[in-house]
């Protein structure tokens, strides 16, 4: 496998661990109750979305790095860590290197959420978004080979990446919708509630009666 096959496989991989993330973050956003609801299991959404979080993270930023051994178009470390010179598709690069830079900032805020405080944590989080925007962006725009070819939007690992970001479009709005219409379904939702995560919930869980 070359240097170039292994950094599109990273990517790839990263694309797909980040897709999932974000749709567990939605679920966890509208409160959604697995053991409630389907599957009727008990299942701990928060591990999930964090562990896909830290391993999407650790891939994305491997992702580049075989660039800087690749035969052909071989990448500095300078235009790897900010690819506005690459050898090929700077524009397309660089849009990847932001979406990294916004993974990394979205991550490393989520480990110091609660010296952030909770509203600024949630600002900053919703930059996720941007970063989906530009990952999908530069993962179907890039160029697989650094051949120059021209793009293949129905290539196979092109068409996963297409599927992932319709699914991702279509699950986000899906929760803007569903947060329209229940302005209130924070609290509301806590029918049978989430597990109290410092920092995280609205707000602290009352005592007990007495
Ligand atoms: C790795 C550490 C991370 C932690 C601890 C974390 C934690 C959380 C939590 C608790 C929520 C639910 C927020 C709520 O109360 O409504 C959430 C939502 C979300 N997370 Fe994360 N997250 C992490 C990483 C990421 C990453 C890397 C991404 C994507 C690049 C991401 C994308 C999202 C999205 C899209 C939502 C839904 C936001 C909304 O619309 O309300 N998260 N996250």
Redesign the pocket.
């Known amino acids: 496998m070359s240097a170039i096959d292994l950094a599109g496989d990273l990517g790839l991989v990263a694309l797909c661990l980040?897709s999932l993330?974000?749709l567990?973050?939605?679920l966890?956003?509208?409160?959604y109750n697995p053991r409630r609801d389907w599957p009727r299991r008990r299942l701990d959404l928060?591990r999930y979305?964090?562990w896909?979080?830290?391993t999407?993270?650790a891939l994305t930023v491997a992702h580049p790095l075989p660039l800087a051994w690749a035969a052909r178009h071989r990448f500095r470390w300078g235009q790897i860590a900010w690819p506005i010179h690459a050898p090929s598709q700077p524009l397309v690069n660089t849009l990847g290197a932001i979406a990294l830079y916004?993974?990394v900032i979205?991550?490393v805020t989520?480990?110091y959420?609660l010296l952030l405080g909770?509203r600024a944590w949630?600002w900053v989080?919703?930059g996720?978004?941007l970063?989906?925007a530009l990952f999908f962006v530069h993962g179907i725009a890039a160029d697989p080979a650094l051949s120059g070819a021209p793009l293949d939007p129905l290539d196979g690992e092109k068409v996963v990446i297409e599927i992932c970001a319709l699914v991702v479009a279509a699950a986000?709005f899906a929760?803007?919708r569903y947060?329209r219409r229940h302005p209130r379904a924070?609290r509301l939702a806590s029918a049978v509630p989430l597990p109290y995560?410092p920092g995280?919930?609205?707000e602290a869980p009352s005592p007990p009666p007495r």
């Open positions: 980040l993330n974000i567990i973050g939605l966890i956003s509208v409160r928060f979305h964090n896909t979080g830290y999407g993270l916004l993974v979205v991550a989520s480990y959420r909770r949630k989080h919703y996720s978004y970063a989906a986000s929760r803007w947060a924070r995560v995280f919930a609205d």
